[in-house]
C-alpha cells in the first residue's frame, strides 16, 4: 500500500491506517488530495478502505471483483473507473485489472496482478505543477501509463505478424496456421481491453475539471485510437496472412496430386503390358517370338518415356 498526501502538488507523506483517513481528508482543501495505491486487497481490507474514503458498496463491491469490464460509473459524490493492464510476451497476451475511485480530495487505486503502478505515480511526482490541478491529475497519470501500454503491446504485435508473413511464403509453413489463429486469439483479447476504454476517455477529454488537464486526456485518447488502429490492421493482417496460407497450402496439395497421378501413369503402363502377358494362355501372340521379350520390354520403355517427357513438359513432374 502507499498512501500519501499531495499538497500544492508536493507529496507529503501520511499515516496509512484507515481509521485516520476520515481526518486527513477533513484537513484538505482546495486542490490537495489524497493518493492511495493498494494491490490485491482483501475483503475486509478494502470494506475499510472504502467505508474510510464513502464509498458506495457497488464501488467496492466492483473495486473487489476482478475481470470487470472497461468502463465509468458515476456515483453521488465520486467516480468509479476500470481498465486493463495488456502485457505481451511469447504469442500471449496477459491482462490484470487496475480499478480507480476518484473523488473530491482522494484518488484510490486497486491494482489486481500485473505491473506495478509505482513508476506513474513517481513520474507524475516530478510534475508538481500537475498535480497541483487536484486528483484527477493522478488519474490522468495512471491513465496514461496504462494506454502507453497498448502502444507497446501494439508495437510487439505487428513484429509477429510481420515474421508470420515472411513465414507464410517460405518453404517451412507447416505451422503457420496454428500461430495465425493464436495471434488472432490473442488480438481479440487485446480489442475487448482497450475498445470499450475510448468512450470514457473522450468524456473525460471533453468534461475534465479543471480544463487545463483536458488537452492531457485528449492526447491519450490519440494513443488510445493509435492502438486501435493498429489492432484493426494487426487483425487485417492476420485475416490475410491466414487466407495466403491455406491458398499455398492447396496450391501445394494439388501440385503433390498431379505429381502421384504421373507418377501413377508411368507405372500404369508397364503393369497393363506385363498384365496381358502374364495370364499364361496357352495361344498368345509372340509368345514363341525369339525377340519378343527385348522388343516388349523396349516398347514399354519407350512409352513411359514418351508420357514422362509430356508430364514434364506440362509441368506435373
Request: negative net charge; proline residues 5%; hydrophobic residues 40%.
Amino acid at each position: 500500500m502507499d498512501c500519501a498526501v499531495y499538497l500544492d502538488g508536493v507529496r507529503e507523506e501520511t499515516d496509512r491506517d484507515p481509521e485516520t483517513l476520515d481526518d486527513t481528508l477533513a484537513d484538505l482543501s482546495g486542490q490537495d488530495f489524497l493518493w492511495i495505491g493498494v494491490s490485491d486487497p482483501t475483503h475486509e481490507e478494502m470494506e475499510r478502505l472504502g467505508g474510510a474514503l464513502g464509498l458506495h458498496p457497488l464501488a467496492i463491491e466492483d473495486t473487489l471483483a476482478p475481470h470487470q469490464r472497461p468502463r465509468v460509473d458515476r456515483f453521488s459524490d465520486h467516480l468509479f473507473l476500470s481498465l486493463r493492464i495488456v502485457s505481451y510476451s511469447d504469442d500471449d497476451i496477459t491482462t490484470s485489472e487496475v480499478n480507480i475511485c476518484l473523488g473530491r480530495h482522494y484518488v484510490l487505486t486497486v491494482r489486481h496482478g500485473g505491473p506495478e503502478l509505482s513508476m506513474a505515480r513517481h513520474r507524475a511526482e516530478r510534475v508538481p505543477e500537475r498535480l497541483r490541478q487536484g486528483p484527477i491529475a493522478a488519474v490522468h497519470a495512471v491513465v496514461d501509463a496504462i494506454v502507453d501500454r497498448y502502444e507497446d503491446v501494439a508495437g510487439e504485435l505487428v513484429t509477429d505478424v510481420e515474421e508470420v508473413e515472411t513465414s507464410v511464403f517460405s518453404a517451412d509453413r507447416t505451422r503457420d496456421s496454428a500461430r495465425i489463429y493464436r495471434l488472432k486469439r490473442e488480438t481479440l483479447e487485446f480489442r475487448h481491453a482497450v475498445a470499450p476504454l475510448r468512450d470514457p476517455i473522450l468524456r473525460f477529454a471533453q468534461v475534465a475539471d479543471p480544463e487545463d488537464l483536458r488537452p492531457y486526456f485528449r492526447d491519450i485518447a490519440d494513443h488510445l485510437q493509435r492502438a486501435l488502429d493498429a489492432i484493426d490492421s494487426i487483425d487485417s493482417l492476420l485475416t490475410n496472412a491466414l487466407n495466403a496460407h491455406l491458398a499455398q497450402l492447396s496450391v501445394q496439395q494439388n501440385e503433390d496430386m498431379r505429381k502421384l497421378t504421373a507418377g501413377a501413369t508411368l507405372f500404369a503402363i508397364p503393369t497393363a503390358v506385363a498384365g496381358i502377358y502374364g495370364m499364361n494362355f496357352e495361344h498368345m501372340p509372340e509368345l514363341t517370338w525369339t525377340y519378343g521379350y527385348p522388343i516388349c520390354l523396349a516398347a514399354m520403355g519407350a512409352a513411359c518415356f514418351y508420357v514422362y517427357r509430356r508430364f514434364k513438359k506440362s509441368g506435373w513432374l
